[in-house]
């Protein structure tokens, strides 16, 4: 069955820290994965996309992510946080007809 | 850009009313969808139309309908509402399969609590 694993509920970094956060999906095909964000209150906002080629993709906002077959990863990353990054984050994988497959989510904090 | 968007941002109903949540996309996508958003939970899909009057149930779609009668408006209805309702509703759309990117697109949501 198709799945997508957030492993980390809650992440707490300090502002100019990198982050790191783990994506894992289970699918049988190659997948389309989003990264998405959402703001306190709000609806999710596309951060950034795979769909094929180039395994390393540029999104909005300074973030990027890696999608790693081998693995059945797509890890956001982003060198240097900002106040601003603090919300709650979700990978999702689509199987590109209808449906999508999102994960549950994890929230940042962000130190000053 | 694209737009969707949801006709109220907070509801407050009394249970065993029947409510409506309205979603309007400007993007003459296919694709509409439900989802409910819940803590710890992240989104579960209640309902999907991949066309005008096309619904498909999704994961948890028990206590709920939905509408599509015209392409850009989906409709989601309980239609005896419940506390167990209160949630974050977020309404998406995409396009279809073969028409390019198919990331979904979101409103802000409509918080409803259910007294």
């Known amino acids: 069955a198709q799945s997508v694993t957030q492993p980390d509920i809650h992440i707490t970094v300090s502002e100019g820290a990198s982050l790191e956060l783990r994506c894992n999906y289970s699918?049988?095909?190659?997948?389309?994965l989003f990264w998405y964000v959402q703001s306190p209150g709000q609806g999710l906002q596309l951060l950034l996309k795979y769909f094929s080629g180039d395994t390393l993709v540029q999104g909005i906002k300074g973030f990027e992510a890696e999608f790693k077959r081998s693995q059945s990863s797509f890890n956001l990353r982003k060198p240097s946080v900002h106040w601003s990054d603090a919300a709650e984050y979700f990978c999702a994988v689509g199987s590109g007809t209808y449906k999508y497959i999102f994960g549950t989510g994890t929230r940042l904090k962000v130190l000053a | 850009d694209v737009k969707v968007t949801q006709s109220s941002r907070y509801l407050v109903k009394r249970t065993g009313e029947k409510v409506f949540l309205e979603c309007v996309q400007d993007m003459d996508h296919e694709n509409m969808f439900w989802y409910r958003q819940d803590p710890g939970l992240g989104l579960r899909l209640i309902y999907f139309s991949y066309d005008v009057k096309m619904k498909e149930k999704g994961d948890i779609p028990e206590g709920y309908s939905v509408s599509r009668e015209k392409k850009e408006r989906f409709s989601l209805i309980l239609e005896s509402a419940s506390t167990n309702q209160t949630s974050m509703y977020l309404c998406?759309?995409?396009?279809?399969?073969?028409?390019?990117?198919?990331?979904?697109?979101f409103g802000q949501g409509t918080r409803l609590t259910v007294v």
């Open positions: 998406a759309s995409s396009r279809g399969p073969g028409r390019g990117n198919t990331e979904a697109f």
């Open positions: 699918y049988g095909a190659t997948p389309y």
